[in-house]
């Protein structure tokens, strides 16, 4: 079986990974990979960009693969399974008007109140002013979301007082076009809850739980993750989740006659009463939540993808390790507003169990360099969360380049 994964990111790294660790699996072809992937045997990284839309259906096409996978979100919202699909090419991934759920946040969020999902009281305003009158009802802190494509968490913010509603009302700048989301906070336990859709069949996958902040102690602003832990939730939680949330979610795609296929990943609050409330929907494994996803699995990864391209994902037995998962972003100066990068990487060896992934790294004269962001992950597992944490943290200790910053309080606190 050969595989082609669209992607240059850690997470295109991790799926390489896991589905290497099946022998069934010959080869898979990274567009256009990243460093590691470069010197891993039975991976190829080839000279094709993630959003080459057209680039990787020749790919596909010439290198005979089994089928594709899409790690970046602005590729599906380039239409790429609509495309393969016009070519009769196998792709693991939703349409460009599916994936609307992730990178439209009005889109999203009218289709939750239109099938009366749980989710925030909220109001999508396309003009600063509207934005102040409805943000002057809702109690302190307010959650303000850009709409459409963002960097890195940076459209997600929570405003503590009233100059920064307006400062960040300033920034996203509201219009018709292009306008923000006013939403009531709510305070709880959030929750990211992914499946795999086939169109017939929903798979869970097991649940984490992400850091968003910057800094320890959830302080700083919003990234796109900084860590993430699994497991989470209690059998019961599962299943309120499931019938609350995804079940209806599903029959809503189904009533707008949306035909998804792929990954769908809930973003969920667990309010202080444990209702769930959703938040937000992505079209994608998270990241860094894919880590602790696939280092928890334990059934062969292309087995279920192949059950997915069949819409059987009905006969999918899917085996989950005891042991539980810890993941760490590593950023650069700056993240996520600027761009720092051209920093040598010092990478050390990594013990059994775990594992160093390159979510923004190119090579240049041989030598590692960042790439700005996020720039190294790593995950580790463990039979408790302090072991997972002592081999993440020893192995994150050695890692070196200039301005890196990592949070040190990932998964920390949860044996006791």
């Known amino acids: 079986m050969k595989i082609l994964i669209a992607g240059s990111g850690a997470g295109a790294q991790a799926l390489a990974w896991k589905l290497l660790h099946s022998p069934t699996v010959e080869k898979v072809f990274l567009a256009p990979g990243n460093p590691a992937t470069a010197n891993e045997a039975r991976m190829d990284n080839i000279p094709v960009a993630s959003g080459d839309v057209e680039g990787l259906a020749r790919a596909a096409r010439e290198l005979a693969v089994d089928f594709t996978l899409i790690t970046p979100t602005q590729t599906l919202a380039a239409g790429v399974a609509d495309h393969f699909h016009l070519l009769g090419l196998p792709i693991i991934a939703p349409s460009r008007e599916s994936s609307k759920l992730e990178w439209s946040k009005s889109f999203s969020k009218q289709l939750m109140v239109k099938y009366q999902i749980p989710t925030p009281h909220s109001a999508l305003c396309r003009t600063a002013e509207e934005a102040r009158e409805f943000a002057a009802t809702l109690s302190l802190p307010i959650v303000i979301k850009a709409d459409g494509m963002v960097h890195g968490g940076t459209g997600v913010v929570i405003a503590n007082d009233r100059d920064e509603v307006e400062v960040t009302l300033n920034h996203f700048s509201p219009?018709?076009?292009?306008?923000?989301?006013?939403?009531?906070?709510?305070?709880?336990?959030?929750?990211?809850?992914?499946?795999?859709?086939?169109?017939?069949?929903a798979l869970p996958l097991a649940e984490s739980r992400d850091y968003k902040?910057?800094?320890?102690?959830?302080?700083?602003?919003?990234?796109?993750?900084?860590?993430?832990?699994?497991?989470?939730?209690?059998?019961?939680?599962?299943?309120?989740?499931?019938?609350?949330?995804?079940?209806?979610?599903?029959?809503a795609l189904a009533a707008e006659g949306i035909d998804y296929r792929g990954f769908l990943y809930f973003g969920v609050m667990?309010?202080?009463?444990?209702?769930?409330?959703?938040?937000?929907?992505?079209?994608?494994?998270?990241?860094?939540?894919?880590?602790?996803?696939?280092?928890?699995?334990?059934?062969p990864l292309?087995?279920?993808?192949?059950?997915?391209?069949?819409?059987?994902l009905d006969l999918a037995h899917v085996r989950w390790s005891d042991r539980v998962a810890v993941a760490l972003q590593i950023s650069s100066e700056g993240y996520p507003f600027t761009e720092r990068k051209g920093d040598e990487i010092t990478l050390p060896a990594c013990p059994e169990g775990t594992h160093i992934f390159h979510s923004s790294v190119i090579s240049e004269n041989n030598k590692l360099i960042s790439n700005?962001?996020?720039?190294?992950?790593?995950?580790?597992?463990?039979?408790?969360?302090?072991?997972?944490?002592?081999?993440?943290?020893?192995?994150?200790r050695k890692v070196h380049f200039d301005g890196m910053h990592y949070r040190t309080d990932i998964a920390a606190g949860l044996d006791q």
Request: charged share 25%; hydrophobic share 35%; glycine share 8%.
């Open 302 to 312: 292309h087995e279920i993808f192949v059950l997915a391209l069949k819409q059987r």
């Open 213 to 251: 902040k910057l800094l320890n102690g959830d302080k700083g602003p919003n990234t796109g993750g900084m860590g993430a832990y699994s497991p989470v939730l209690t059998p019961d939680q599962h299943d309120v989740i499931l019938n609350r949330i995804v079940e209806p979610c599903i029959s």
């Open 175 to 201: 219009k018709s076009d292009s306008p923000v989301l006013i939403e009531q906070f709510i305070e709880g336990e959030e929750i990211s809850y992914t499946i795999l859709f086939d169109g017939k069949h």
């Open 270 to 299: 667990i309010d202080k009463q444990g209702t769930p409330l959703l938040l937000e929907i992505n079209c994608r494994l998270g990241n860094p939540e894919i880590f602790t996803i696939l280092e928890r699995l334990e059934s």
């Open 372 to 396: 700005s962001g996020r720039v190294i992950a790593i995950s580790s597992t463990g039979i408790s969360f302090n072991e997972a944490r002592e081999h993440l943290y020893e192995i994150a």
